[in-house]
Structures are given as C-alpha cells and as structure tokens.
C-alpha cells in the first residue's frame, strides 16, 4: 500500500499532484467496484489538499457502501471548501438515506435556487441538473399526503411541465419518459378524488394547470413509447412496469376526461 505523507508537501503544486495522483488510482479500483481500496487511496492523502473530484469519489465510494454518515460528513467538508459546487451535491439523496427528508427537501430547494442563478443556463450539466431537480419535486409532490391534495398534486405536475420546458429548448428531452411517468401519476392521483369532476369543470388555476399537464401527456406519449421501445433492453423492468402502468392509467383519464362533457376539445 502506497502511503502519501503530507509533512514532506511543500508546494501547492505539490499538494494538487499528490492529490490528482491519489485519485487516478482511486478511479481505478472505483471503476472496478472495489470501493474500500479506492478510499484506501484518497484517505491517505490529507483532506486539506483534496480538489473537488476528490471529495466527489470519497462521497461516492461511502455512498455506494451504504455508509450515509460518512457520506454526509465528507459532503458537507465539500460544500464549505466548494459552495459553488453545490448544484452537483449528492447530499439530499444521502439526507434521505439517514431519515431526514425536511432537510433533505430544504437542500434541494436551494439547489434549484443555485441553478436558476447559474450564469451558464444552456450548459448540458446545468439543463440535466435543473431537470433532476424538478423531477424530484414532482414525485415528492405527487407522493405527498397532506391537507390539500389539489394543491400538491397540480405543484407536483407544474414541476413535470418545467422539467420538460427546460430541456425541450437545449438538447433532446432524453427524460421523456420519467416526464409522462410523473404527469400521468399526479392526474391519477387527483382523477381519484371525489371531487375531481367540480374541479375539472370549474375555472381555476389549477383546473388549468391539469389540462396543460394532459395536453403535455398526449403530445410526448408517442415520443415516450417511442422511446421505451428503442431503449428496452436497457430499462430496468421495475422502470418498464411503471412506464407500462403509466401508459394503462393515461388512457384510463383519457376516458375519464370523454365523460366530462364541460370540457372543450382538449385534443384540438
């Protein structure tokens, strides 16, 4: 085991050297799956003269190893040396491991605010990073249980509209599918209330809201399907059942809004 002392670093250039030279070896076993010995690696080199991709690795490696409260710790060491690396921070994912979703949901919430501030807004790294984030919200949004169903299912689904906005300008919306997943699963959930067909048929920013979203469903459908079926073998089968699923509930609304006989031609 090779063992970097940081007594007989002098230099900066030195300390970077030390450190690039700690995690290209690191990468190494990372690529093979051999987390402990990638860690081996970085952690001998002294946390103070760590770069960014160093501490990216190490959360990564704890992460991968279910350690969350290392994970955190290393996170956190990170956005003190790096705030402006905090749009690309894993800490929320790792916040939720440990149980704590409110800080997690405040971390995100913040991230976005970071991203929308970012001067380089058609960046790739930027689009796909703003999209992560409002597809998190949508699902969270959508999974919520609280005392205004309504409002939480049409926020969940403005989340899904943005998601699709964002990227539909810059590049290829290759999230397509986790977009109509998530649209269709919040009008799912506000199709089943009691209420649905009062509020359907009333004018409100919220009955707005859904039809924009259902409009949305039925203009990327075909692009989604499309897509799953290029992809398929790539797909995870528990992703398949819920595009699947996804699909069977769409045309169960599109049913459903047929019967509504107040609503105009959402088609046309």
Same mark, same amino acid.
Request: proline share 2%.
């Given at each position: 085991m090779i063992t970097y002392s940081a007594g007989v670093v002098s230099t900066p250039a030195a300390r970077t050297t030390l450190a690039t030279t700690a995690?290209?070896?690191?990468?190494?076993? @990372?690529?093979?799956? =051999?987390?402990?010995?990638?860690? *081996?690696?970085?952690?001998? /080199?002294?946390?103070?003269?760590?770069?960014? $991709?160093?501490?990216?690795? /190490?959360i990564k490696?704890?992460?991968?190893?279910?350690?969350? =409260?290392?994970?955190?710790?290393?996170?956190? !060491?990170?956005?003190?040396?790096? $705030?402006? %690396?905090? !749009?690309?921070s894993d800490t929320s994912d790792i916040l939720r491991h440990l149980g704590r979703h409110s800080e997690a949901d405040n971390f995100e919430q913040r991230q976005l605010k970071l991203l929308y501030e970012s001067p380089d807004q058609k960046s790739r790294?930027? /689009?796909?990073?703003?999209?992560? *984030?409002?597809?998190? @919200?949508?699902?969270i949004l959508k999974d919520k249980r609280s005392g205004n169903p309504t409002g939480d299912k049409c926020e969940a689904m403005r989340y899904f509209i943005e998601a699709y906005d964002i990227q539909r300008h810059i590049y290829r919306h290759e999230k397509v599918i986790r977009i109509f997943n998530g649209l269709v699963f919040a009008m799912q959930e506000l199709s089943t209330l009691r209420f649905f067909d009062d509020f359907i048929s009333r004018q409100s920013k919220n009955r707005e809201t859904f039809l924009t979203a259902f409009k949305l469903a039925?203009? !990327? %459908?075909t692009e989604a399907l499309k897509d799953f079926n290029m992809k398929k073998r790539g797909i995870p089968q528990e992703s398949q059942n819920e595009f699947l699923r996804a699909l069977h509930a769409f045309k169960l609304i599109q049913e459903r809004i047929k019967q509504i006989e107040t609503i105009p031609s959402i088609a046309a």
């Open positions: 995690l290209t070896f690191a990468k190494g076993y @990372f690529d093979r799956h =051999e987390y402990r010995s990638a860690l *081996s690696f970085l952690l001998s /080199v002294d946390v103070g003269q760590w770069d960014y $991709p160093n501490f990216r690795t /190490v490696c704890y992460y991968l190893l279910e350690e969350y =409260e290392n994970a955190l710790r290393y996170s956190e !060491i990170s956005l003190k040396r790096f $705030p402006d %690396m905090a !749009i690309h790294e930027v /689009v796909s990073a703003k999209v992560k *984030s409002c597809l998190r @919200f949508g699902f039925e203009s !990327i %459908m």
